[in-house]
């Protein structure tokens, strides 16, 4: 009878993870959708953005900045 119990919980506990899993997916999905159709939005002048703004680290504080054009 226990090896049933423990057959039984073993199953519930692997529908629970699964569910969760399912849900966490789904969460992702949706969030990654979002963040595409954002990038896809226009900027404030109006103009879609083919590239993003390329980042470099500034060595004295490790803070990431705008490259300079210049």
Do not use: C, S
Not at 15 to 21: E, H, N, T
């Amino acid at each position: 009878m226990a090896q049933v119990l423990l057959i039984a919980a073993v199953g519930a506990g692997f529908i629970l993870v699964r569910r969760w899993l399912r849900r966490e997916q789904e969460r992702v999905a949706a969030d990654l959708r979002a963040a595409k159709e954002a990038m896809e939005r226009p900027n404030m002048e109006g103009q879609a953005i083919d590239h993003p703004e390329q980042l470099e680290q500034d060595p004295a504080t490790g803070v990431y900045r705008p490259k300079d054009h210049a």
